[in-house]
């Protein structure tokens, strides 16, 4: 007992002066400044992911009723549109081509201030959007998720000026943050956005980093959540797989998606680093022309279709999942070559939408070599198939399609078939798609935009 008590005494000092100092802490004002500010950037990201996606909706439906007065009307939209933006994007607003999830992960790997200035400048971020719309609307096969990370990440990193953040840590917190809370907003999935955030965007989650991330998740779904409501983005589902002989269906959309989605990966990477050949040479010597080609490209595309092939594909997924619509057995593989073409042109514009349906695309074809499989749990296996095989984030894939379809009863078959995806996408693209991608985001492969 002798020797034990001043040992119990120096405890009992050193845990009245941590007391002490977390009263400190816990009444600091600067600290309560920065969690003001954090608090108020993720409601800012809420209300931009939901106001994006509104008027997505909107230039989306706006397209399909010009459609209906004018089919051949993307021959005119598409090329212009294409055109001007690589224009203008080039000259005034370098960095905003593009997913937007490379940009972020670039600013995230980096220290350089002036990157991170330049890759999630408000500028950046407001153009990102107005472009994204644009292209939407004059049919580019983009989506909104991509840019709506890298606009999150803006926000945040901007905000992040407004009070003093001690570390680097924190500051790279912040932009993570961003980033999950627009992925969380955008799809109206809040785990989706946390996984995403752990899997994709940084491969350190650091014990701080994961309650900032979590907090901005939260209060942006709740933002989406006040607004949209507790909506599913493809509807809710009922679709379940039996074990038995209907399994098949996960081999075979596991390993076509896996296939399929290394391919599209490498043609994404090689439209957005270096064409080979002819295409090569005229998109370095002549951009905006190339740009030009890719919109009329596209046209042919949408005519091949029957128009299908447009814009985010989210109705086109929902209506292969139902069942109904008349959506041609060659969906699939035309809706990735309208993907490939649109991010080839160098638009701002994402391919989380256009991946899950061009999945969608594939189930519906293996559907039909499965009559004993019901039709829309291998549409859904085949969502994931595909997206697990382009990304490469096989956790974030079928977390996804489980939020946005509300059918937890296939839970385990998506998970089988996003690992298998995972695991023949390797062969056949051994180098995950966004980081690759955010290599040409380094800082020797940044220059400042032109002034205006």
Not at 247 to 274: D, E, N, Q
Not at 416 to 422: E, G, K
Request: glycine share 12%; aromatic share 8%.
């Amino acid at each position: 007992m002798h020797t034990l008590g001043p040992w119990l005494a120096r405890m009992q000092k050193r845990q009245r002066r941590l007391a002490r100092r977390s009263r400190h802490v816990w009444l600091s004002r600067a600290l309560w400044n920065r969690r003001l500010v954090f608090l108020a950037g993720s409601v800012v990201v809420g209300l931009v992911a939901v106001g994006f996606a509104l008027t997505a909706t909107l230039a989306n439906s706006t397209l399909h009723r010009i459609l209906d007065r004018w089919p051949w009307a993307p021959f005119v939209l598409a090329p212009a549109a294409f055109a001007a933006i690589s224009f203008v994007g080039r000259r005034f607003f370098d960095g905003a081509q593009g997913s937007g999830i490379p940009q972020t992960i670039a600013a995230l790997n980096h220290g350089s201030a002036p990157l991170r200035e330049h890759l999630l400048s408000l500028r950046v971020a407001a153009a990102k959007i107005g472009f994204t719309l644009v292209g939407l609307l004059c049919g580019a096969s983009i989506g909104r998720e991509g840019p709506t990370v890298q606009i999150g990440a803006a926000i945040m990193h901007a905000l992040s000026r407004v009070s003093s953040f001690p570390h680097e840590g924190m500051k790279r917190g912040l932009i993570l943050a961003g980033g999950a809370a627009g992925v969380a907003a955008a799809f109206n999935a809040p785990l989706a956005g946390v996984v995403f955030a752990i899997e994709e965007m940084s491969r350190s989650f650091s014990q701080r980093t994961s309650g900032i991330v979590i907090t901005a998740v939260v209060v942006a779904g709740i933002v989406s959540l006040a607004l949209l409501g507790n909506y599913a983005y493809f509807g809710q589902t009922n679709a379940t797989l039996d074990l038995g002989a209907a399994w098949i269906a996960v081999a075979l959309c596991g390993s076509a998606g896996g296939i399929a989605g290394g391919i599209c990966a490498r043609m994404l990477v090689a439209a957005g680093t270096s064409l080979p050949g002819t295409l090569g040479r005229l998109r370095r010597a002549r951009p905006t022309v190339f740009a030009a080609v890719c919109g009329l490209s596209l046209a042919v595309l949408g005519v091949a279709s029957g128009n299908t092939i447009y814009g985010t594909g989210y109705a086109e997924t929902r209506a292969i999942i139902a069942g109904g619509g008349d959506i041609p057995a060659t969906f699939g593989l035309l809706k990735l070559a309208a993907t490939v073409v649109s991010y080839a042109s160098g638009i701002p514009g994402g391919i989380f939408a256009p991946s899950l349906a061009i999945g969608a695309g594939l189930g519906q074809d293996i559907a039909l070599l499965l009559p004993s499989a019901p039709a829309a749990a291998v549409v859904i296996l085949g969502m994931v198939g595909f997206f697990a095989g382009v990304v490469q984030a096989p956790i974030t894939a079928f977390v996804i399609v489980i939020e946005m379809t509300r059918d937890t009863d296939m839970a385990l078959p998506l998970m089988a078939v996003a690992l298998i995806a995972h695991g023949f996408s390797r062969l056949i693209s051994p180098h995950p798609l966004y980081k690759t991608l955010a290599r040409g985001f380094r800082p020797a492969a940044v220059t400042p935009p032109v002034s205006s």
